[in-house]
């Protein structure tokens, strides 16, 4: 009976300091598991042999502390996202200071006063547009189940022929995907008997929008404006820059154009 026991706690004490592998002849660490593994209660770590360690708080991620040393738990400032919410993917951000300055003075109102989804932006019988080209943006939606965010800004200047007599510009900028309308504001600018400044007015037009569930592919994101009416046909008028006769009282830097575009997705994951 004492050889037996002799033998037996012989047999354990070599398995005690040997190398353990499941699903693999030659392990490489003290437990070395080649396959999947399933943990049903806490993972523990930073234990001794009087202690259990460490199982951590809610939200708390392991963090590798670098050869030798135990890992430790530690609260990082990282959202997760769980499946059925939307992520931010991408955001893309572009800035212009040429501008439009097309429909200046000699260029009549399209008298256009309405537009509908889906214009396409060639159309002219559904207004003259005129495109910030330094704002053009392509990229590629992979997800059905989206939301895109556009935000746009330019500064919008004019000048009366007289400085003493009102004169006003009825004008309209709209987002374009693929050619065609997706979002417009109309908006009016007028000089107000600017006497001070010569005539000059200036004007901040704003543009944000939410598009959803665009289709899946390569999406062209254009920005462009156009002229309704004028009340003078010589009054000075530019979008995202100064007009010919500001005499350095404005420039392409104040009144440049910004647009964001936030590409949201629905999150979905593969499951093995």
């Known amino acids: 009976m004492k050889k037996i026991i002799f033998c037996m706690?012989?047999?354990l004490s070599f398995y005690a300091n040997a190398q353990v592998g499941i699903g693999t002849a030659k392990p490489k660490s003290t437990l070395d598991i080649n396959g999947k593994t399933t943990l049903r209660k806490e993972l523990r770590v930073?234990?001794?042999s009087t202690q259990a360690g460490?199982?951590?708080l809610n939200g708390q991620v392991l963090v590798s502390q670098g050869e030798g040393k135990a890992p430790v738990w530690k609260s990082l400032n990282v959202p997760f996202i769980e499946e059925g919410q939307y992520k931010l993917i991408n955001s893309y951000l572009s800035s212009d200071q040429i501008g439009i300055a097309s429909l200046s003075n000699g260029v009549a109102g399209d008298n256009v006063n309405k537009n509908n989804v889906e214009d396409d932006i060639t159309d002219i019988t559904k207004g003259k547009w005129a495109k910030i080209t330094g704002l053009e943006t392509t990229f590629t939606i992979k997800n059905g189940k989206n939301r895109l965010t556009y935000q746009f800004q330019t500064g919008v200047e004019m000048k009366a022929p007289t400085a003493t007599t009102s004169e006003n510009i009825r004008f309209a900028c709209g987002v374009f995907r693929n050619g065609k309308l997706v979002a417009v504001?109309?908006?009016?600018i007028a000089s107000n008997n600017n006497s001070e400044k010569g005539g000059l007015q200036?004007?901040?037009f704003t543009l944000n929008y939410t598009e959803l569930n665009v289709?899946?592919?390569i999406q062209k994101l254009e920005f462009a404006c156009r002229k309704i009416t004028t009340s003078n046909l010589n009054s000075q008028f530019a979008i995202g820059r100064d007009v010919a006769g500001s005499n350095g009282a404005s420039n392409a830097f104040t009144l440049e154009s910004t647009m964001k575009i936030d590409v949201i997705e629905y999150?979905?994951?593969k499951s093995n």
């Open 9 to 11: 706690a012989g047999f």
């Open 46 to 48: 930073g234990g001794t």
């Open 54 to 56: 460490s199982a951590g």
């Open 185 to 188: 504001r109309p908006d009016r």
């Open 202 to 204: 200036d004007y901040i």
């Open 215 to 217: 289709p899946v592919g």
């Open 267 to 269: 999150v979905t994951y």
